[in-house]
C-alpha cells in the first residue's frame, strides 16, 4: 500500500458527473447530485450515446459518451462520481485520478487486489480525494448504533463475535439489477460482501485469515479471524428465494448481545452525505476513513475469500455416515 498522502487541500469541488448511465447511477448518484444545493451537476458519461442523452434529459443535465467525450468531461468538471462495474469502475476511477480529478467511488472498488491497488496507487499519484459509497455508513442510524457499540466496548471489553446475513433477490421480477453482469459472475460475495464488510470491519477491526464454503448458486459461507481474536461469519447471496432476501447482523462480547438496526433514509440522502464527504476531504486534504484505501482493504478480504473458494483442498469432506 502507497504510505499517506500528503494533505493537498484544493479548492472545494463544485462540478460533478456521473460515469455511468444504469438504474444505480440515474437513480442515486444522478439524484443525489441534481438535488444538492452546493453541486454543479454537469451530467453523465456512458459508452452508448443513447442511453447517456436518456439519464442527462431526466435531470436536464448535459451527456458525454466514448472515449473523446471522456476525456472531454474530464477536463470540465471536479469530480466524477462512477456508477459502474466495479471492474470497469477501477480502471476510469484511475483516469479521473491521473486528470486531477476527485473520484467518489461505489462498492467495491474493484474486484481483483491488483486493480485496487493500482486504484490507491492513482489517487495518491494525482493528489486527489476520494471516498467509497458504502451505503449503512452514511445512515445516522447506522452510525449512531456502531457509535454506540465503539462506547460499550471501550466499558465492557472488545466484541467477541457476530453473524452477518447479506442477501439480496435479483431473481424477483422487476428487480433492476437481474441483467448486471457482474453481478452474475462475482456474486453475493463482491456486491452484497462490501456492505457486510463495512459492518463487520468497523466494530471488529482488521481481518487476518479467512475460510469459505459454497451454498446454492453464488451462496457462500464465510469465517473471518480479526487481528485482536475476534470471529465473525457472514453469510452472503444475491439469488436469494423470492421472499427470502434481507440482511440482518448480531454481535455479542461483554458489551451484550446486540443486532443492527435498520435504517431508514434513502439512498440518495446518504450519497449526498458522501458527496459532502468528499469535498470536505478535498477541501482540507485530509483523507475520509473510508478513501480508496479502506476500499483497497476491504477488496484484499474477499479477494482472499476468492481465493480460499478456488483451493482445491479448501473444504474438508465430511465422511458419509454409516447405517
Ligand atoms: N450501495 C448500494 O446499495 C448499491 C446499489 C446498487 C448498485 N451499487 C453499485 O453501483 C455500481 C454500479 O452498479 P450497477 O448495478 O449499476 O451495475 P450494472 O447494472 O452491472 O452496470 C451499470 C452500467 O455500467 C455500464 N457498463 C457496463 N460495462 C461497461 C463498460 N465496459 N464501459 C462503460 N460502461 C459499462 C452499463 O451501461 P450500458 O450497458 O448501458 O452501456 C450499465 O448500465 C456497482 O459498484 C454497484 O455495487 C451500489
Known amino acids: 500500500m502507497p504510505s499517506d498522502a500528503t494533505p493537498r487541500p484544493t479548492s472545494t469541488p463544485t462540478r460533478f458527473a456521473v460515469l455511468g448511465t444504469g438504474h444505480w447511477a440515474r437513480t442515486t448518484h444522478g439524484r443525489a447530485l441534481a438535488g444538492h444545493p452546493d453541486v454543479e451537476f454537469a451530467g453523465f458519461w456512458g459508452r452508448d450515446a443513447d442511453r447517456a442523452r436518456a439519464a442527462a434529459a431526466e435531470f436536464r443535465a448535459g451527456s458525454w459518451s466514448g472515449e473523446e467525450g471522456l476525456t472531454d468531461l474530464l477536463g470540465r468538471v471536479d469530480a466524477v462520481t462512477l456508477a459502474l462495474p466495479p471492474d ?32 490507491a496507487e492513482a489517487v495518491q499519484r494525482g493528489g486527489v480525494s476520494s471516498v467509497e459509497f458504502l451505503t449503512y455508513l452514511f445512515m445516522p442510524e447506522i452510525t449512531d448504533w456502531l457509535a454506540q457499540m465503539a462506547a460499550l466496548a471501550a466499558e465492557h471489553g472488545p466484541w467477541e463475535g457476530g453473524v452477518f446475513r447479506w442477501a439480496g433477490s435479483i431473481d424477483t421480477p422487476g428487480n433492476p439489477y437481474a441483467g448486471s453482469r457482474w453481478r452474475r459472475e462475482r456474486g453475493g460475495l463482491w456486491d452484497t460482501g462490501p456492505h457486510a464488510l463495512s459492518i463487520v470491519r468497523s466494530l471488529f477491526g482488521e481481518v487476518v485469515a479467512v475460510a469459505a464454503a459454497r451454498g446454492p448458486r453464488d451462496a457462500v459461507g464465510v469465517a473471518l479471524e480479526h487481528r485482536d481474536g475476534a470471529g465473525t461469519t457472514l453469510s452472503l447471496t444475491l439469488t436469494a428465494p423470492e421472499g427470502t432476501g434481507g440482511s440482518f447482523a448480531t454481535v455479542w462480547g461483554p458489551g451484550g448481545r446486540h443486532d443492527l438496526p435498520r435504517f431508514t433514509g434513502t439512498p440518495p440522502e446518504g450519497f449526498a452525505r458522501a458527496v459532502d464527504r468528499l469535498r470536505a476531504a478535498a477541501a482540507t486534504g485530509v483523507p475520509d476513513a473510508l478513501d480508496v484505501r479502506n476500499g483497497r482493504d476491504a477488496v484484499a478480504v474477499l479477494a482472499a475469500v476468492e481465493a480460499h473458494l478456488r483451493r482445491p483442498d479448501g473444504t474438508t469432506p465430511v465422511r458419509p455416515v454409516q447405517r
Do not use: E
Not at 473520484?103 to 491497488?117: Q, W
Open 88 to 119: 470497469v469502475q477501477a480502471d476510469l476511477a484511475v483516469r479521473a485520478a491521473d486528470a486531477g480529478v476527485h473520484v467518489l467511488l461505489d462498492k467495491p472498488v474493484a474486484t481483483d487486489l491488483a486493480a485496487a491497488d493500482r486504484l
